[in-house]
Nanobody, 127 residues
Framework: QVQVAESGGGTVQAGGSLRLSCTGS????????MAWFRQIPGKEREGVAT??????????SYSDSVKGRFTLSFDIDTKTVSLQMNNLKPEDTAMYYC??????????????????WGQGTQVTVSS
């Protein structure tokens, strides 16, 4: 059984920073995709960033909306991926979800490509 747990959400003013963390546990591999998505009520879930943990340096990919502001890092020993979010904007307000895919063809930002999901953590950016 695979479990995914997120932490680190909260409320911050525009221009501020937050750091989200996600830890996978259970029967998971060293080489997998770990990703962050976000969703606003009434809208589709949007991919934010993903990393392939099978590469020592980490192969990361970001959505255009966060590129240059968000940075993904991971620790394979603790199965933890962290999302450092800087220069936050009100439009970054959303529920953020962490997801794992244990058998990836490649790491994508498509929600349907991920099998295991956390419960989500709320990020609110005030203007």
């Amino acid at each position: 059984q695979v479990q995914v747990a997120e932490s680190g959400g909260g409320t911050v003013q525009a221009g501020g920073s937050l750091r989200l963390s996600c830890t996978g546990s259970g029967y998971i591999y060293r080489a997998m995709c770990m990703a962050w998505f976000r969703q606003i009520p009434g809208k589709e879930r949007e991919g934010v960033a993903t990393v392939y943990t099978g590469s020592p340096s980490g192969m990361t990919s970001y959505s255009d909306s966060v590129k240059g502001r968000f940075t993904l890092s991971f620790d394979i020993d603790t199965k933890t991926v962290s999302l450092q979010m800087n220069n936050l904007k009100p439009e970054d307000t959303a529920m953020y979800y962490c997801a794992l895919e244990l058998h990836p063809a490649r790491c994508t930002l498509t929600p349907g490509d991920y099998e295991h999901w956390g419960q989500g953590t709320q990020v609110t950016v005030s203007s």
